[in-house]
């Protein structure tokens, strides 16, 4: 909501200008239909992208709550997809000269979008018997692990075992997490 008024803010200072600016009429009302057009369209879409699984890269270290594999269909040609999601540990948050209109707390969990890897999924289907068994499962990223970006084949990618990896999926591992420490009772 608050990015919505922060643009309305905006539009309602840029389109002063506009109006206020010697030129052509038909230009200046192009422009502010634009604008109205455009926030319109923001305020309709922003309450849609909310809860929305997120590409970016995932934390390199993470408590995993939950895990749905989607299986590619070779059928439709459709790539499989797997979501995570994920409380990031000892992640760094790098202060930035950007203002943020989202003040989440930093140990709430987030929803992230991998794309599927036969060995990803197996690992989550093992992590998520685990959770339903009351454990607590972390995880990370393991470095220099991230598939084949440039997609060449070769023998010796991946492990080792030359089998290679040509998939854009991380290489994720899981362990299990100590109970949480609860304090003492006074």
């Known amino acids: 909501m608050i990015l919505t008024v922060a643009f309305i803010l905006l539009s309602a200072i840029i389109l002063w200008f506009v109006i206020g600016a010697k030129g052509q009429w038909s230009l200046k009302a192009a422009c502010i239909a634009f604008t109205l057009y455009f926030s319109l369209s923001l305020a309709q879409s922003l309450p849609k ?25 070779k059928i439709t040609g459709e790539k499989g ?12 948050s790098s202060p930035s000269w950007l203002m943020s209109f989202h003040e989440a707390a930093e140990d709430s969990p987030r929803a992230y979008s991998i794309p599927y890897s036969r ?24 470095e220099g692990e991230e598939g084949n970006e440039e997609g ?28 949480p420490k609860l304090p003492e009772k006074k």
């Open 152 to 179: 060449e084949e070769g023998e010796g990618q991946g492990d080792g075992d030359g089998r290679g990896s040509l998939s854009d999926s991380p290489e994720l591992y899981f362990e299990p997490l100590p109970p």
């Open 119 to 142: 060995d990803n999924h197996e690992k989550i289907d093992q992590a998520v018997q685990q959770i339903k068994a009351g454990n607590r499962v972390g995880g990370g990223v393991n």
């Open 81 to 92: 997809h797997i979501y995570l999601w994920l409380t990031g540990q000892n992640e760094d």
């Open 49 to 73: 992208m909310m809860g929305w699984p997120s590409t970016e890269k995932i934390p390199n270290q993470f408590e995993i709550h939950w895990g749905l594999v989607e299986e590619p269909n």
